[in-house]
């Protein structure tokens, strides 16, 4: 299983971008039923959740981000997004995506070790 984020770069504080992640080694079944997260880490802090969506849709997203932020998956495509409107340059960091393959349909995991596979990131900076 790899997943590969993209879509990251530098933008002005307002600005929009949007994030994707490409599961490969995963049949459209196998993807269907993970759940899918949104993490970022920035220099001296701790990796954090972001955003997540379970297998049934339903989402979580951190305080810091609701109302900017939106994730969304296309399990046709095995790949989940993260749109990201209004950036702020406190959301500066590298963005990571990652996967629970175990994930029952009616939770939505948040905390990093309930996710078993992980991609290498995306750098987001926001600066003028």
């Known amino acids: 299983v790899q997943l590969q984020a993209s879509g990251g770069g530098l933008v002005q504080p307002g600005g929009s971008l949007r994030l994707a992640c490409a599961a490969s080694?995963?049949?459209?079944?196998?993807?269907?039923?993970?759940?899918m997260g949104w993490f970022r880490q920035s220099p001296g802090k701790e990796r954090e959740v972001v955003a997540s969506?379970?297998?049934?849709?339903?989402?979580y997203y951190t305080d810091s981000v609701k109302g900017r932020f939106s994730i969304s998956r296309d399990n046709a495509k095995n790949t989940v997004y993260l749109q990201m409107n209004n950036l702020k340059s406190d959301d500066t960091a590298v963005y990571y995506c990652?996967?629970?393959?175990?994930?029952?349909?009616?939770?939505?995991?948040?905390?990093?070790?309930?996710?078993?596979?992980w991609g290498r990131g995306t750098q987001v900076t926001v600066s003028s």
């Open positions: 969506i379970g297998r049934s849709g339903s989402s």
């Open positions: 080694g995963f049949t459209r079944y196998t993807f269907s039923r993970s759940a």
């Open positions: 990652a996967a629970d393959s175990t994930a029952i349909l009616t939770t939505i995991p948040i905390v990093a070790s309930e996710f078993e596979s």
